[in-house]
């Protein structure tokens, strides 16, 4: 060993996904429309797109993103009450989201 201190190797693995940034603004646009501050919806967005960056591990994308909106639709129900004409409003726009992360991957 010679003493000479070495800069510490980045430590990122394919185990710690993300979302690409038009995710997250994409998601942003849909949840200003709801009628509830976004400090309340913080933790059911993080882990949306959490769930959302895991997708694709798996053989079943599309089943894989139903999982994910059934989670974030759920957790949403608990904040908000949410007619069923909104609710399903909601879920479509989540459902084009998802199919707009199908398509880019």
Known sequence: MNGVDRPASPTTTEDTPSTPGWVESSLDAILTELPVAAD?????????????AGCGRAGDLDAEHDAC???????LA???????PDRRALEQKLEKLELDISSNI
Do not use: E, N, P
């Open 40 to 52: 309340k919806l913080a933790a059911l967005r993080a882990g949306y797109l959490d769930c959302l």
């Open 78 to 84: 608990s904040v908000l009450d949410l007619s069923a």
């Open 69 to 75: 909106r059934s989670a974030f639709l759920g957790g």
